[in-house]
C-alpha cells in the first residue's frame, strides 16, 4: 500500500449483542456462552456479549445474568463488554462481576435517538453521567455508541457537525473508546472520509472506532478509508450474524471474518485466526435458524490448503 | 478525499455474458434483449451481451446470433461487446453487424489457461493473432481479458509478474482495452496494490480495467484502491448477476448498483442511474429464477426519496 496504515488493530466483536439482538430467533444461554467460549479461541480479546436493558424490551438479550453466570469472569487479556442503559442497568452488569468494560448509546440523529432511546441527543448524554461515574468507580472502561452517524432512516442526511457534537460530549463524559456507527449501512468512504475529517479535528484517532453494517456492501471499502485514516478500531460481528439472507435490506453487520480477511490482505496484525473464527460462527448457526450471510464465511477457504 | 480519484469512470457492463453464462437457467432470448435495452435506458454504454463460442460448451449464450437481431444495431454512443475466442467466432461476430467490440480471454495462470481455453497462455494469445487482425481489418475496438490474475484455483496464489507478462502480450497484440480479473474474488486491496505496482510500470493506467468477483465481499473495497491508483474503467454485472444466494461461496460478479452506489458516494461521475439500473436488474431476475444477490439492489433506496 503506498500509504502507511495501522500495523494493528483492535475487533470489537459485537456479534453476541448486536448481531443476536437483530436475529429473529432466541438462542439458548448455553449456545451463547459456547459461542463466547469459541471467539476468544479464536483470538478476539474485546467481545461485547450482552446488554442489560429491560428484558421485556429486548427478548434475545433477555438473559444477560444467566449468559454471564454461564461464562464466569474472562481469561487474561479479553474483557466482556456490555450495552447499559441506564443506573439500573449498571448495578445489573456490576452485580455480575465478569463485565469490564460497559458501553453507552446514543445518536447523531434526534429522531433515531427519540426513537431508539426515548430522550434527545441531549437527555441521553445527562442520562450517561451517573452511568459513567458509577463505572469509573468500579474500574470499568468506558465505551460510547454513536449511531446513525452516516444517515439516519427516518431523516435522512446526517450532518458531520453532529456527529462531532455526540463524540466531544462522549469524550467529555470520558469514554475513551467512542463507536460511531453506520447503523443502516448507508455510508461510503466519502462518507467516512467527510465523518472523520470533522471528528479527527476534534478527538485524536486513538479515540475512535468505527462500527459499520454491510446492507449496501460497502462496510469493507469503509474500513479501508478508516485504516487510511489511522483508525485502529472497528467493530464487526461473526459470521454477519443480524443480517439474514432472505429478508432484502436487512442490515447486518460487517461480518467480522469479512474485516480479518481484509486485514490479512493488507498486513494488518489483529490476533484473530480465520479459522477457528469460522468454527465460531458455525456454532452459532443453527441456533439462529437461517444460514449466516458473512462472505468469508460461506466462500471456500482462501488461500488454498489453508 | 485526500488523495484525486479520476473524475469519471467508464462502467462495462458484463451481466449479460458473465452474469448469465454463471446462472443455471437459460433465460429467453426476448429478456436478453429487453434487459440490455433497459441496460442501454440507464445509462450504461459499453455493454458485454454474448459469446460467439460453440454453443454446446456455453448453451445460455447459444442464442448469441438470435439475440444480435432482436436487438438490432446499438443506439449511438453505445457499444455492443462480444466474447470471441477463435477466428470462427469472429466471422459469427462481424457477420451479426452488431457488435462494436471484441474480447478475447486468457488467464495469468496456465492451468486455469488449460482448463478454460484449452492451451497454454502463449498458445492462446498465438490464436489471437488472427481474430486481432480480422477485427482491426473490420474496425472494430479490442478488449483482452487476464482472468485468475489475483488467485487461481487450481494453483493457489499467482504472481504478478505472470499477469505483467499477459497484459505485455495484449498490449502488443493491439488490445486497447485490457481487464485485469480476480476471477475467484480472491483478492484483497492489498493483491489490488500488488498487482497494479507490477502492471502499471509497464502499461498505463488508460488501457488497464478491473473486473472484480464478490466472492469474499472485497470486490467494493478493491475498486476504491483502483481508483487511488488511478484506474478508470470497472466492469459489473446488474444485480450482481452470476451470483447465487443459496449457493455457498458462488462467485458472483461485482453488482452494477454497488459499484454505481459507491462511485456516486464518491463523487465520481459515471452516466448511469441507479433507479433505471435497478429496474434493469428487475426485468431479468423472475427468468433466472432466484432473488439476485446485488447489495445495493437489494437494499432500500437511499438517500430517502429517491
Known amino acids: 500500500m503506498s500509504r502507511a496504515l495501522p ?7 459485537v456479534g453476541p449483542r448486536d448481531g443476536l439482538q437483530n436475529e429473529p430467533q432466541r438462542v439458548p444461554t448455553a449456545t451463547k456462552a459456547a459461542f463466547v467460549r469459541a471467539l476468544v479461541a479464536a483470538g478476539l480479546t474485546e467481545i461485547e456479549i450482552t446488554s442489560f436493558v429491560r428484558p421485556d424490551r429486548v427478548p434475545q438479550l433477555a438473559d444477560a445474568e444467566e449468559l454471564c453466570a454461564a461464562l464466569g469472569p474472562p481469561p487474561a487479556g479479553v474483557r466482556y463488554v456490555a450495552l447499559v442503559p441506564n443506573e439500573r442497568g449498571l448495578e445489573r452488569a456490576l452485580a455480575t462481576g465478569v463485565i469490564g468494560k460497559v458501553a453507552v448509546f446514543t445518536a447523531a440523529s434526534e429522531t433515531f435517538a427519540q426513537r431508539n432511546v426515548n430522550a434527545s441527543i441531549d437527555e441521553s448524554i445527562a442520562r450517561f453521567r451517573p452511568v459513567v461515574e458509577g463505572a469509573r468507580a468500579a474500574g470499568l472502561a468506558l465505551r460510547g455508541y454513536v449511531s446513525a452517524a452516516m444517515g439516519c432512516p427516518y431523516e435522512g442526511h446526517v450532518d ?93 453487520n460487517l461480518a467480522t471474518e469479512d474485516l480479518v480477511y481484509l486485514l490479512d490482505g493488507l498486513g494488518v496484525a489483529h490476533g484473530v485466526g480465520l479459522d477457528p473464527l469460522r468454527q465460531a460462527s458455525a456454532s452459532i448457526e443453527n441456533a439462529v435458524g437461517h444460514a449466516l450471510v458473512g462472505r468469508v464465511y460461506r466462500a471456500p477457504a482462501w488461500p488454498l490448503g489453508e
Open 7 to 13: 500495523a494493528r488493530v483492535r475487533i470489537t466483536e
Open 160 to 252: 458531520a457537525a453532529h456527529v462531532v457534537a455526540v463524540v466531544e460530549a462522549l469524550d467529555a463524559l470520558g469514554c475513551e473508546d467512542i463507536s460511531i456507527g453506520d447503523t443502516i449501512g448507508a455510508g461510503t468512504p466519502g462518507d467516512v472520509a467527510r465523518v472523520l475529517d470533522a471528528v479527527l479535528a476534534v478527538v485524536p484517532a486513538e479515540r475512535i472506532a468505527l462500527h459499520f453494517h454491510d446492507t449496501r456492501g460497502m462496510a469493507v471499502a469503509n474500513v479501508l478509508e478508516g485504516l487510511r485514516r489511522g483508525i485502529a478500531s472497528y467493530d464487526a460481528s461473526a459470521g454477519g450474524l443480524g443480517g439474514c439472507p432472505y429478508a432484502p435490506g436487512a442490515a447486518g
